[in-house]
T-cell receptor
Framework: DTAVSQTPKYLVTQMGNDKSIKCEQN?????MYWYKQDSKKFLKIMFS???????INETVPNRFSPKSPDKAHLNLHINSLELGDSAVYFC??????????????FGEGSRLTVL | AQTVTQSQPEMSVQEAETVTLSCTYD???????LFWYKQPPSRQMILVIR??????QNATENRFSVNFQKAAKSFSLKISDSQLGDTAMYFC?????????????FGQGTTLQVKP
């Protein structure tokens, strides 16, 4: 069973469209994250949720809206897609009590291409 | 603000040999954690090794070990007996010890190719 699963793994869309990426973890963790990896492979945190509450919003444009319906899910919705949104988006999770250990469990990433 | 720098964009090593990947960081924090993550071609990020800044002893995990020099703010990864499966991109990462958010700050990454 995949611990952190993301869908879709590949997404190609036109500029201006709205799209969503879903993430689910079956590890029983209570903290989930979205990271963005750009074309130069640079990884940067976007959002973090703990027990469905937002705890990090790393100056991400308002077009990006995360939603956490429960502890096991963290979805990412992107409005009015722009060319610069093309990237690989990684979902990750960790146990809050153990968050200081730094062991984040990552999904396989969702490659978004905006044309 | 914390920064993490990996000055080697690409490296290669022969199978069974040893390679060292460099990482330096900048922080004013006294309590923090350092990590090496591996990203193989499959894209999934995997934790390789972790070091608590308050521990003087260098962390080791089988063929992977670190050289943690706190005063120099250096955190290198040594891979012994390199295997073809070690081919991947390696990221050094930093987390504040006082963090209750789990925020990792990553370096730019080093692409390692293990040659047969």
């Amino acid at each position: 069973d995949t611990a952190v699963s993301q869908t879709p793994k590949y997404l190609v869309t036109q500029m201006g469209n709205d799209k969503s990426i879903k993430c689910e973890q079956n590890l029983g963790h209570d903290t989930m994250y979205w990271y963005k990896q750009d074309s130069k492979k640079f990884l940067k945190i976007m959002f973090s949720y703990n027990n469905k509450e937002l705890i990090i919003n790393e100056t991400v444009p308002n077009r990006f809206s995360p939603k956490s319906p429960d502890k096991a899910h963290l979805n990412l919705h992107i409005n009015s897609l722009e060319l610069g949104d093309s990237a690989v988006y990684f979902c990750a999770s960790s146990q809050f009590a153990g968050v200081r250990t730094g062991e984040l469990f990552f999904g396989e990433g969702s490659r978004l291409t905006v044309l | 603000a914390q920064t993490v720098t990996q000055s080697q964009p690409e490296m290669s090593v022969q199978e069974a040999e040893t390679v060292t990947l460099s990482c330096t960081y900048d922080t004013s924090e006294s309590n923090y954690y350092l990590f090496w993550y591996k990203q193989p071609p499959s894209r999934q990020m995997i934790l390789v090794i972790r070091q608590e800044a308050y521990k003087q002893q260098n962390a080791t995990e089988n063929r992977f070990s670190v050289n943690f020099q706190k005063a120099a703010k250096s955190f290198s990864l040594k891979i012994s007996d390199s295997q073809l499966g070690d081919t991947a991109m390696y990221f050094c990462a930093f987390m504040k010890g006082s963090s209750n958010t789990g925020k990792l700050i990553f370096g730019q990454g080093t692409t390692l190719q293990v040659k047969p």
